[in-house]
């Protein structure tokens, strides 16, 4: 299985739910094109909800970063929620756990933005 | 792992695609179970040689249907070896940014090697003859 996202709003702030795998090819395409979207749209809020994703390899990494820088260019912010073990350990071993806010319950995530 | 298991090497010629990728991850985790790897090795290897496999497919042959990916799992109980080769110019190993550098955090991509290297115990790139890379990538359990 690939990965399967969908979205949900909750107050002003976009949570994406994805689950799978996000690796090159269509899962991470998918990811792109989600975060590109709702830009367009100015949802610029965002918290991604990884608790599903059992797999991420350098390329879905690279999605990430890229959901991250393109959201700060356009004035918001792109937050994780929920890492598995696996993808705790390739945020450490990239050292993007600098970069990221993370948080491990949604509600936490969410007052973050206010 | 099987009482009986001993040894076991499996050799194979791949596409350059992204099946082959998918192909390649699941022979090297079918090949660590029967090896008696334990689940958190088997998610090392798997990201290893998926992260390897790519740079083969896309990176080294760049999609080129004509050309090929080499790749040779070898198994004795305690130890995987992976060795996999493609049929591009060349790569060296040591010239490619560390990007976990704070100028390079944000970049999109140039992070394979990191986990290839993070993930195995072992893991050395050698050029080709008569051209390509070779890489050879050991997992001992943890």
């Known amino acids: ?114 | 792992m099987s009482a009986s298991f001993e040894q076991e090497i499996e050799e194979h010629n791949l596409d350059s695609s992204l099946e082959s990728v998918d192909l390649a991850e699941r022979a090297a985790i079918d090949l660590a179970c029967k090896a008696g790897f334990g689940e958190d090795d088997q998610n090392a290897i798997s990201m290893a040689v998926r992260e390897c496999m790519v740079n083969a497919v896309a990176h080294g042959n760049k999609y080129n249907s004509r050309k090929k990916v080499y790749l040779k799992l070898e198994a004795v109980p305690g130890t995987l070896v992976v060795t996999i080769g493609d049929e591009g110019d060349g790569f060296r190993g040591e010239e490619v940014p560390d990007p976990r550098a704070p100028e390079n955090l944000l970049k999109q991509s140039g992070r394979g090697l990191l986990l290839m290297r993070a993930f195995m115990d072992e893991c050395e790139h050698t050029m080709r003859v008569p051209h390509g890379t070779l890489v050879r990538m050991l997992k001992r359990y943890s």
């Open chain 1, 1 to 114: 299985m690939s990965v399967t996202i969908t979205t949900r709003q909750v107050g002003d702030v976009t949570v994406i739910d994805a689950a799978g795998r996000i690796i090159l090819g269509e899962g991470s395409s998918a990811f792109r094109d989600t975060i590109k979207d709702l830009v367009t749209k100015g949802d610029k809020r965002i918290l991604l909800n990884l608790s599903e994703v059992s797999y991420i390899d350098s390329s879905g990494i690279g999605e990430l970063v890229s959901g991250f820088t393109t959201l700060s260019n356009a004035g918001g912010r792109l937050k994780l929620l929920g890492l598995t073990k696996r993808v705790h350990d390739l945020l450490q071993i990239t050292k993007l756990y600098t970069v990221f806010e993370v948080f491990d319950d949604e509600a936490t995530g969410l007052a973050s933005f206010n």
